[in-house]
Nanobody, 121 residues
Framework: QVQLVESGGGSVQAGGSLRLSCAAS????????MAWFRQAPGKEREGVAY???????VYADSVKGRFTISRDTAQNMVYLQMNSLKPEDTAMYYC???????????????WGQGTQVTVSS
């Protein structure tokens, strides 16, 4: 049984930072394409970043240079370091294990329950 449990969300002011964590069980992050998605109220779920073993992080243009995805294969964890946060980053953030590497939501096979990030101006 696959479980993805996110943590680390919260409320910050614009320009601040947060680090999201995803604890994975039932799937090995070392051999699975792992990703972060987000969904703001009234908007579609969008891909934020995914991790490729050979290349590292691949990012949506909207977060490039501000967010960093990483993983700890020993702890079976995936992280999203978010710096220079903007109000438009406000959303529910989801960890996902992908069937196919990519930033489209249909690429995801398993989802976590989400963690809320709120950025105030």
């Amino acid at each position: 049984q696959v479980q993805l449990v996110e943590s680390g969300g919260g409320s910050v002011q614009a320009g601040g930072s947060l680090r999201l964590s995803c604890a994975a069980s039932g799937v090995a992050v070392s051999s699975t394409c792992m990703a972060w998605f987000r969904q703001a109220p009234g908007k579609e779920r969008e891909g934020v970043a995914y991790y490729l073993t050979m290349l590292g992080g691949v990012y949506a243009d909207s977060v490039k240079g501000r967010f960093t995805i990483s993983r700890d294969t020993a702890q079976n964890m995936v992280y999203l370091q978010m710096n220079s946060l903007k109000p438009e980053d406000t959303a529910m953030y989801y960890c996902a294990a992908l069937s196919v590497c990519g930033l489209k939501s249909y690429s995801a096979r398993y989802w976590g329950q989400g963690t809320q990030v709120t950025v105030s101006s």
